[in-house]
């Protein structure tokens, strides 16, 4: 199975990885760090930080406290402090954050908020 628990260093000690070759559909909630490297077709709910690698592939929306995009997100993204779109990233979907940073040359289409407010989806 894709899905791994490991002790890395973060905020809580904890760090999960769903990794590449591995299909999830349905949603995902953590409270814990979550590197993302497969597919999920569902919503991730985090009360950290997601890394969506490289390869990885959402279909679906993505609520957490910071987000870092390398791969593609069908969906919206509310952050309730950073989201970073690496040059990599592909973002179909509103976004809803505080800070963005979006490097070169990351695809974002969609709307953008940082007016601060807390959004639920």
């Not at 894709?2 to 559909?25: D, M, P, R, W, Y």
């Not at 993505?62 to 997100?73: A, D, K, P, R, Y």
Request: glycine share 14%.
């Amino acid at each position: 199975m894709g899905i791994k628990n490991k002790e890395e260093f973060s905020n809580n000690g904890l760090h999960n990885t769903l990794s590449a070759g591995t299909t999830v559909q349905g949603d995902i909630v953590t409270e814990g760090d979550f590197r993302l490297d497969g597919r999920i077709e569902g919503n991730i709910s985090c009360g950290a930080k997601i890394v969506i690698g490289p390869k990885a592939h959402i279909t679906g929306n993505i609520s957490s406290v910071n987000v870092e995009v390398l791969g593609t997100v069908i969906g919206n993204i509310r952050t309730a402090g950073n989201l970073i779109l690496k040059g990599t990233a592909v973002v179909e979907g509103d976004i809803f954050t505080q800070t963005l940073e979006i490097e070169p040359p990351a695809q974002f289409s969609g709307n953008c908020d940082m007016s601060g407010q807390v959004v639920t989806q």
